[in-house]
């Protein structure tokens, strides 16, 4: 099985930053994308960032896109997260996840089979 745990979330102010990690373990993968999404309450969960297995390839919502910076490391264990110029509509649960049959990921929910449980950010205006 794989265990996905982020952490780095928060209570920040807007206009500051903050940087979430998720750290994959358990079983491997020879390829797999990954991919931060985020909840709002009473929301549909939404796509934010995706990065693929080489670290080649980014992709990020139009909401986020020059703000936000998604990352990993060379070992392929942890994504980052660099959230700059938070504003108080990027209040939510950020979700991390994996999906393991594609190498370039998607911006779709659906696609992904493994997610981590979740940590909230909060922006304050």
């Known amino acids: 099985q794989v265990q996905l745990v982020e952490s780095g979330g928060g209570l920040v102010q807007t206009g500051d930053s903050l940087r979430l990690s998720c750290t994959i373990s358990g079983r491997t993968f020879s390829y797999n994308g990954l991919g931060w999404f985020r909840q709002a309450s009473g929301k549909d969960r939404e796509f934010v960032a995706a990065?693929?297995?080489?670290?080649?390839?980014?992709y990020y919502a139009d909401s986020v896109k020059g703000r936000f910076t998604i990352s990993r490391d060379s070992a392929k264990t942890t994504t980052f997260l660099q959230m700059n110029s938070l504003e108080a509509e990027d209040t939510a649960v950020y979700y991390c996840?994996?999906?393991?049959?594609?190498?370039?990921?998607?911006?779709?929910?659906?696609?992904?089979?493994?997610w981590g449980r979740g940590t909230q950010v909060t922006v304050s205006s």
């Open positions: 996840a994996l999906d393991s049959t594609r190498a370039v990921p998607t911006t779709r929910v659906r696609d992904y089979d493994y």
């Open positions: 990065i693929s297995w080489s670290g080649g390839t980014t």
